[in-house]
């Protein structure tokens, strides 16, 4: 019973961990949350320098590259979109397309008159 009782005490007397950890901004000097330091990250306007203690501001140009980088594994390009292909349209097809859609404006006028 001793023994639960020392227990008891260590744990009330430890101060507790706080689920919103904070990170310093070496750039500006300033803490601000763990997950606001996250969100930073992912937005590519910091780094981190140690990862869940410190981040430093990105500058523009690192910014913008690290931008691309995370576009192209993010995103990666459509077939349509491959360098050197381009894409021709068929003029008869075409024609058809806006014969159809006049002879569709003319029966919906028809029907609402």
Request: charged content about 20%.
């Amino acid at each position: 019973m001793l023994f639960l009782a020392q227990l008891r005490g260590l744990i009330a007397s430890s101060p507790l961990m706080s689920n919103n950890k904070r990170v310093l901004n070496i750039t500006r000097g300033f803490t601000l949350k763990h997950k606001q330091a996250c969100r930073a990250v992912e937005q590519c306007s910091a780094e981190w320098v140690e990862f869940g203690v410190s981040i430093r501001d990105l500058t523009l140009a690192e910014s913008i590259a690290k931008r691309n980088i995370q576009a192209k594994e993010r995103d990666p390009l459509p077939y349509a979109e491959i360098p050197g292909l381009i894409y021709q349209t068929d003029k008869q097809a075409l024609q058809n397309e806006i014969a159809l859609s006049q002879q569709a404006n003319q029966y919906f006028q028809q029907v609402t008159a």
